[in-house]
């Protein structure tokens, strides 16, 4: 079973700086890695399927990287509807997913 | 536009079961299997199990296998998430979602409580 792991559990930043969250996954899963942004009350929100593919409607300051085991979320810039929790997603054992324990961009 | 409505909130005790709807619309139901996912308070969500909305077939997560079954009526365009025996452990929002590689669409969730 893959296990993703999420780094920093709390990143505190403010409007206007880079944020940079981090997520491993145990064993390779190839560039098959999405991210997911939550507020509270709301469902998660798709950001990057694919590892770096922007989903519809997501602003550029939003980007992806890495492949294998290791995965960045990038906010450029961040906006005050930015702070929230952020989770990495890999589906294995198809049909079943798998979500790391989610990093919280808080304001500092 | 594509999406999931699902049944309002219940409050069960522990040993009951729980039945949750979730309405598809805006798209073929027939195309996409649904997913249900659930997330307890402050914690990651937890994938449960799906159902193969064209034919029925279904697979469940190891840790839910023994108490959920998901099952859909598609003249409703509607799954259902059965799951028996509740703890307190059971609290969660549980959603449904249609998963297309990563999962592009979620329901807008449903709030089980689970006390005595």
């Known amino acids: 079973e893959i296990v993703l792991t999420q780094f920093p559990a709390t990143l505190s930043l403010s409007p206007g700086e880079r944020a940079t969250l981090s997520c491993r996954a145990s064993q390779s899963v190839s560039s098959d890695l999405a991210w997911y942004q939550q507020k509270p009350g709301q469902a998660p929100r798709l950001l990057i399927s694919?590892?770096?593919n922007r989903a519809t409607g997501i602003p550029a300051r939003f980007s992806g990287s890495g492949s294998g085991t290791d995965f960045t979320l990038t906010i450029s810039s961040l906006e005050s509807e930015d702070f929230a929790v952020y989770y990495c997603q890999h589906r294995s054992n198809w049909p079943g997913l798998t979500f790391g324990g989610g990093t919280k961009v808080d304001i500092k | 536009q594509v999406q999931f409505v699902q049944s309002g909130a219940e409050v069960k005790k522990p040993g009951a079961s729980v039945k949750i709807s979730c309405k598809a619309s805006g798209y073929i139901v027939t195309a996409y299997a649904v997913h249900w996912v659930r997330q307890a308070p402050g914690q990651r969500p937890e994938w449960m199990g799906w159902i193969n909305v064209d034919n029925g077939n279904t697979k469940y997560s190891e840790t839910f296998r023994d108490r959920v079954t998901i099952t859909r009526d598609t003249s409703a365009k509607t799954a259902y998430m059965h799951l028996s025996s509740l703890t307190s452990e059971d609290t969660a929002v549980y959603y449904c979602?249609?998963?297309?590689?990563?999962?592009?669409?979620w329901g807008n969730g449903t709030t089980v409580t689970v006390s005595s």
């Open positions: 979602a249609r998963v297309v590689g990563p999962v592009d669409v």
């Open positions: 694919d590892a770096s």
